[in-house]
């Protein structure tokens, strides 16, 4: 169970990453 919320945790984390910048740009 940990294995499959670690990749979605990561995957969340990369799609705000990628809003941020995109508002900072």
């Given at each position: 169970n940990e294995l499959?919320?670690?990749?979605?945790n990561y995957f969340g984390s990369s799609q705000k990453m990628l809003i941020f910048v995109n508002v900072n740009l």
């Open positions: 499959q919320i670690k990749p979605d």
